[in-house]
């Protein structure tokens, strides 16, 4: 698990922007997705994040998985 001081707080996602799709780490389901949604990089109000970066948005944790799409992680505040 990363420190979460080392990731950026995003705040919340803007509908308005790019986006890529968020899931939780348990959801196999994103496997399954059309290719055309496959992406060597994920977006979060329209900036891009490298495959493996992790951002907070709010207290969500979330990581940057291959075919473009953001995983939660867990909690972005220290227990």
């Known amino acids: 698990m990363p420190e979460t001081h080392d990731a950026p707080h995003v705040?919340?996602?803007d509908p308005e922007l790019k986006n890529s799709p968020v899931f939780d780490e348990a959801d196999d389901g994103y496997l399954s997705l059309d290719l055309?949604?496959?992406?060597?990089?994920?977006?979060f109000n329209g900036e891009s994040y490298a495959i493996?970066?992790?951002?907070?948005?709010?207290?969500?944790?979330?990581?940057c998985e291959e075919k473009g799409v953001w995983?939660?992680?867990g909690s972005c505040h220290k227990d």
């Open 36 to 43: 055309e949604l496959e992406s060597s990089a994920c977006y």
């Open 11 to 13: 705040g919340a996602p």
């Open 52 to 63: 493996g970066q992790y951002v907070c948005s709010g207290d969500e944790l979330l990581r």
């Open 71 to 73: 995983i939660r992680e």
